[in-house]
């Protein structure tokens, strides 16, 4: 089975403007989870979605926001840029008998805010 | 309360030796601790995990030690080889609602193997 993938791999956007990042889970994964990957606060939870609905959400602004398509593919949008929104971000899926909790990440974007 | 402490920051262990890193947590609702390596350029990747009615777990080189009384759990690799030169996460997690389950994840420990 492919793993998890994640477009595009690397971005560079400057303040203010909007970005999406896209993921496509492991076929017959539901549940789709983003991340957020920084030096200083580590790995922390974006949102997870599961067959096309939102089911938890971290403590993130509301310009962090997702959506997930019928086909289990997911894209995070961040918008109004900040320097701060700089980091990788993880796509993770989770195979539905195992629950959300047994995840499997992909290989995250890159973004670098100018 | 829903943070994991994860020590320590790095470790340097030579090559054949044991790997030892800790992670402790307060959450007791906490019922799914994986831990995850990852590789520089790479997304984390599941190593092994336990599930809190379970002491220990072995698979290959790499356990985990889970002591519930006293919230905490440990990966433990044996025979440390250069391969294994990475960052390990400890994570948690408690189901949240129906299915739904979110990871909270540890600092991360920067491993070297040396030669």
């Known amino acids: 089975k492919a793993g998890v993938t994640q477009t595009p791999r690397y971005l560079i956007k400057t303040r203010g403007q909007q970005v999406t990042l896209s993921c496509s889970p492991i076929?017959?994964?539901?549940?789709v989870s983003w991340y957020q990957q920084t030096p200083g606060q580590g790995l922390q939870f974006l949102f997870e979605?599961?067959?096309?609905?939102?089911?938890n959400k971290g403590n993130f602004p509301g310009r962090f926001s997702g959506r997930q398509f019928s086909n289990s593919r997911s894209e995070m949008n961040v918008s109004t840029l900040e320097l701060g929104d700089s980091a990788l971000y993880l796509c993770?899926?989770?195979?539905?008998?195992?629950?959300?909790?047994?995840?499997?990440f992909g290989p995250g974007t890159r973004l670098t805010v100018l | 309360q829903q943070q994991v402490k994860q020590s320590p920051q790095s470790l340097i262990v030579q090559k054949g030796g044991i790997s030892i890193i800790n992670c402790a947590y307060e959450?007791?609702?906490?019922?799914?601790f994986p831990w995850y390596q990852q590789f520089p350029g790479k997304g984390p990747a599941l190593l092994i995990a336990?599930?809190?009615?379970?002491s220990e777990k072995k698979e290959g080189r790499f356990t985990i030690s889970f002591n519930k009384s006293a919230k905490q759990f440990s990966l433990h690799i044996m025979d440390s080889q250069p391969g294994d030169s990475a960052t390990y996460f400890c994570?948690?997690?408690?189901?949240?609602?129906?299915?739904?389950?979110?990871?909270?994840f540890g600092t991360g420990t920067r491993l070297q193997v040396t030669l």
């Open positions: 993770a899926s989770s195979p539905p008998r195992q629950g959300a909790d047994t995840q499997y």
């Open positions: 076929s017959g994964h539901r549940s």
């Open positions: 979605y599961f067959s096309e609905t939102q089911r």
């Open positions: 959450n007791t609702a906490f019922d799914y």
């Open positions: 336990i599930r809190p009615d379970v």
């Open positions: 994570a948690a997690s408690v189901v949240l609602t129906g299915t739904a389950s979110k990871l909270t």
